[in-house]
């Protein structure tokens, strides 16, 4: 019999946030992290591990106001909504810091941010407007990702490393560079297969090898999000229970 512990989704009240830069750090070769702070962060709330903030990133030489939260909607106001991104919140409740890893590419309107961030700039977040609690003990669990959810399988897998048990882990993760490693370097008890070139066919194959049990486990799928609904189709059989598959498109190419 299929597992009956399924994934629960939360809402949280929607807010807006302009924030501090307390610190920008280079957590390896491929990721910009930067820590925000503030009054402002009062309140945060994020208890999903693959949980979304939207980023807002104005014009240069541009002021950006934060909307307004009414009980009509959200009030933009009358000035340029900015370009805004998705990123996953890496919330420190003891130090009451917020962590975004930026994955550093040629072109992106964040990344360029995150390269030229300095302490004492300000930056402005919403949400996330609700979470997707996931048991963290199912006995089996898979991870499939590229780049885009790699600080999401970062925080999933080091709060699994702080369990009594551990379950059983696979993760498969595709990158452009083998550089990019680094980042979750300290992870290595994990049972990481790494594909280095972004080839869909040898993440196929690989999930092809894979067995998943009749019961108590769960499977993650992000990334691009025609390589994501490819990939999610080897996992839509009657003999997997469909509540406990989340595959979600992190990005689209153009």
């Keep these: 019999m299929t597992s ?32 925000l702070g503030g009054e402002a962060l009062d309140g945060f709330s994020s208890r999903g591990f693959d949980d979304h903030s939207k980023v807002f ?6 002021t950006f106001i934060p909307p307004v939260v009414t009980d009509e909607g959200v009030e933009w106001g009358d000035g340029v909504r900015p370009q ?16 975004l890893d930026f994955f550093i590419h040629d072109g992106g309107v964040a990344s360029g941010w995150a390269m030229e961030a300095k302490v004492g ?11 997707l609690v996931v048991p963290e003990d199912y006995a089996w669990q898979l991870y499939v990702c590229d780049e885009s959810g790699m600080p999401a ?26 550089s990019y490693k680094d980042y979750l370097a300290h992870l ?21 090898t894979l067995s998943v049990p009749a019961e108590d486990y769960f499977i993650w799928l992000t990334g691009e999000g025609k390589v994501v609904k490819n990939l ?9 229970d469909q509540k406990l598959v989340r595959a979600s498109a992190y990005w689209h190419a153009k």
Excluded at 84 to 99: N, S, V, W
């Design 57 to 62: 990133f104005p014009e240069p030489g541009t």
């Design 188 to 208: 290595s008890e994990f049972n990481i297969h790494w594909v280095v070139g972004h080839s869909e066919q040898a993440v196929a194959d690989h999930l092809a």
């Design 121 to 131: 700039d300000r930056l402005s977040i919403g949400g996330p407007r609700g979470s």
């Design 232 to 240: 999610s189709r080897q996992f839509e059989t009657d003999a997997i």
């Design 4 to 35: 009956t512990r399924y994934p629960q989704r939360v809402r949280n009240d929607l807010r807006f946030r302009e924030l501090n830069v307390l610190r920008v750090e280079r957590i390896s070769a491929g990721f910009q992290r930067i820590v």
């Design 84 to 99: 805004a991104r998705d990123y996953t919140p890496l919330y420190d409740g003891a130090r009451h810091e917020l962590a």
């Design 153 to 178: 399988l970062r925080r999933r897998l080091e709060a699994i490393a702080k369990l009594p048990v551990r379950p059983a882990i696979q993760a498969v993760v595709t990158v452009g560079d083998a």
